[in-house]
């Protein structure tokens, strides 16, 4: 009787958690956020050009694909089916597709927002689009037509397609760092001409800008960057291959605006120190070498670049369409998405955050939850890691199979001997955030940890082996990833694939090979299974030993299915072949099993049941569970109603005021 009733104690936690959770994010003390400053941005070139319609080559022709109609997974799995349409148009009406006479007008599309504002100093370019939106709540009559396939949605005397969103889905596609790479060291081309150094014009992302208008001179003058050929981007393949495989939901783990800046013609790329052919993103209109030679003078703007309409259409929405018309998202915020990269695009389109301004530093995790699983996702595009990060890290000779022991890899402490109040207010918050994870896993027995930076990469920086992300290891609780199966994650540009004995830590699965240029795969491959983690803080007591993984330096994306006996997912891996120029199964598959992830022992990560006795006495302990649970659960209606109440209140806003990361 008393192991009856310590197993009730045992499931009474989670309740508890549940309460502690809802008034630590209620009350008084809550930090109170300020208004953010927003930084003042400009665009060379005419004005008169920004956001044209005007376009004339067939990728960017689109307003032929209006409306485009997709689905964003928001809180608690909520879709919100978003529409774009010219700014001009009325937004597109809900239709049963099997019923048109059937009346669902009783809820229709709103206007999340408009691209061309009335208070135009909020944007730093214009969009010349409309963003409608209907969030689609549960058990209501739209819920169910989306749930079996049969919702669409009327416009211009037409029905068009909505995608289906299935409450048990089975099969989830995983891709990031999907766009094209163009990252001039300098925008300001016209300074080399004249030889001026610095720039002292106007900023784009902080650059300061030469000229207005870019000339023959100008384009043809040798610049060195990051560059990525238009032949080397393969993203439209991977979103039309992941779309002909009946993926049910679309995981997008960051970063979908590379496009930084134009593509000069004389290029270097600092990797390789080849030139890109990539400079047909300069202009929608079409610039012939011939008119170049002539010396007539291109104004590059809106080119196919930066954080307007049409730098989202053609590193985005054009190479996804497919994808998009198949299955809902869910849009993990990147780094290149904070508001000085491509941050006004991510919250316009692609940001479950209820639009309350053009954009804001951070915002709290929210879970997506499922019939089967829930995954839980961060916002931890704020970051500022040492050196840069991954992108920055000069390998070395990275070390192979160790003579003696294991390898036990740095983490790279972005102090670095230094006092930054910054970085304590980074700790404060994703610590703030990793409980609020924590809390969140209670309410799920299979939970997916997804972000945009490594929870816990592997790569390597002058020889030795280091594991990002810092920031987010030091702000882990003891216990946070208990209850977590697998961990997802982008930003190193690659496929990296790590499992632990005995599920010590959860698997980790980097996946940022769906476009943008790739990071060098310098991991001596026979090193990884003599690696052990250890995370965070010390006395948190968070390590694992590696098992087995692998590190690719192919472009590619992941499929994680759903076994047909619910016990457990497989991810499986798809890559490009440069030499048949064409997408092929990867050999290599990882099993996560269902959870709660199970440690070594055998009992659940998070909760040990004590070994029961003959005693059939019910102990006084067990008595307090038994009261305090009846308490809970009558009072457990309002609790659920004061948090509902207190989330829409806190709107997922930020939890303080940030820093804005250039």
Not at 454 to 468: D, E, S
Not at 483 to 490: L, N, Q, T, Y
Not at 564 to 589: N, Q
């Amino acid at each position: 009787m008393r192991g009856g009733n310590a197993s009730f104690c045992r499931y009474l936690l989670p309740l508890l958690l549940e309460y502690f959770f809802i008034l630590s994010t209620s009350t008084s003390w809550t930090r109170t956020k300020t208004p953010i400053d927003r930084q003042q941005y400009y665009a060379p070139g005419n004005s008169s050009w920004l956001g044209r319609k005007s376009i004339t080559s067939t990728s960017t022709n689109y307003t032929t694909f209006f409306p485009i109609i997709y689905v964003i997974l928001g809180v608690n799995g909520t879709p919100h089916i978003r529409a774009i349409v010219d700014i001009d148009d009325a937004c597109p009406s809900p239709l049963h597709k099997e019923n048109v006479e059937a009346n669902l007008n009783e809820i229709n599309l709103d206007v999340r927002t408009l691209g061309n504002p009335i208070n135009e100093d909020k944007m730093p370019y214009k969009f010349p689009v409309k963003v409608c939106e209907l969030k689609v709540e549960q058990n209501t009559t739209h819920r169910i037509l989306l749930d079996e396939g049969k919702l669409g949605m009327m416009w211009k005397g037409e029905m068009h397609h909505v995608p289906r969103v299935r409450t048990n889905p089975r099969k989830f596609v995983l891709m990031g760092d999907t766009g094209l790479r163009l990252k001039p060291s300098n925008l300001g081309l016209g300074d080399l001409v004249s030889g001026k150094s610095p720039c002292n014009g106007p900023q784009v992302y902080g650059i300061h800008q030469c000229m207005f208008n870019f000339t023959k001179d100008d384009i043809t003058q040798p610049q060195t960057g990051s560059y990525q050929g238009l032949d080397e981007w393969h993203f439209k393949e991977f979103a039309d291959s992941a779309a002909s495989k009946d993926v049910d939901v679309v995981i997008h783990l960051g970063d979908y605006l590379y496009r930084q800046g134009p593509c000069p013609l004389n290029n270097t790329d600092v990797l390789d120190g080849e030139t890109k052919d990539c400079s047909a993103v300069n202009s929608p209109e079409v610039a012939s070498p011939r008119d170049i030679a002539n010396g007539i003078t291109i104004n590059f703007i809106p080119g196919e670049y930066g954080d307007n309409w049409s730098g989202w259409w053609a590193d985005f929405f054009y190479p996804a369409m497919n994808l998009l018309k198949k299955a809902p998202i869910i849009p993990t915020r990147g780094n290149h998405e904070i508001c000085s990269r491509g941050g006004y695009g991510y919250f316009m389109f692609l940001s479950p955050v209820e639009m309350k301004d053009y954009c804001i530093a951070n915002f709290e995790p929210y879970a997506v939850k499922f019939d089967h699983e829930q995954f839980i996702v961060m916002d931890d595009s704020i970051i500022e890691p040492l050196d840069g990060g991954v992108d920055h890290f000069q390998p070395g000779e990275c070390p192979g199979i160790p003579t003696s022991g294991l390898i036990f890899p740095t983490q790279q402490s972005r102090y670095n001997g230094a006092d930054d109040s910054n970085i304590q207010s980074h700790l404060n918050i994703f610590t703030n955030h990793f409980k609020r994870i924590e809390a969140f896993s209670q309410f799920a027995d299979t939970n997916f940890y997804i972000g945009h930076r490594p929870l816990y990469g592997i790569g390597c920086k002058n020889g030795t082996i280091v594991t990002p992300d810092w920031t987010l290891q030091q702000s882990l609780g003891p216990n946070t990833l208990d209850r977590i199966s697998a961990v997802f994650s982008g930003h190193m540009h690659w496929l990296e694939v790590i499992e632990f004995e005995n599920n010590t830590l959860p698997s980790n699965i980097i996946v940022g090979n769906g476009g943008t240029q790739m990071i060098r795969n310098y991991i001596n491959q026979s090193s990884i299974s003599f690696i052990e983690l250890g995370l965070g803080r010390p006395e948190n007591n968070i390590s694992g030993r590696v098992k087995r993984g692998f590190t690719l330096s192919n472009f590619g994306y992941g499929i994680m299915e759903r076994n047909a006996d619910d016990e457990g997912y497989e991810v499986s891996f798809h890559t490009w072949r440069e030499e048949s120029r064409s997408i092929e199964p990867f050999g290599y598959r990882i099993l996560v099993p269902k959870g709660p992830r199970k440690k070594n022992n055998g009992e659940d990560a998070t909760y040990e049941t004590p070994p029961s006795t003959s005693n059939d006495r019910v102990s006084f302990v067990s008595l307090v569970c038994l009261v305090v649970g009846v308490v809970l659960f009558a009072s457990l209606p309002f609790s659920k109603h004061w948090y509902a109440m207190n989330q829409k209140r806190r709107a997922y806003q930020p939890l303080y005021e940030m820093e804005q990361v250039s």
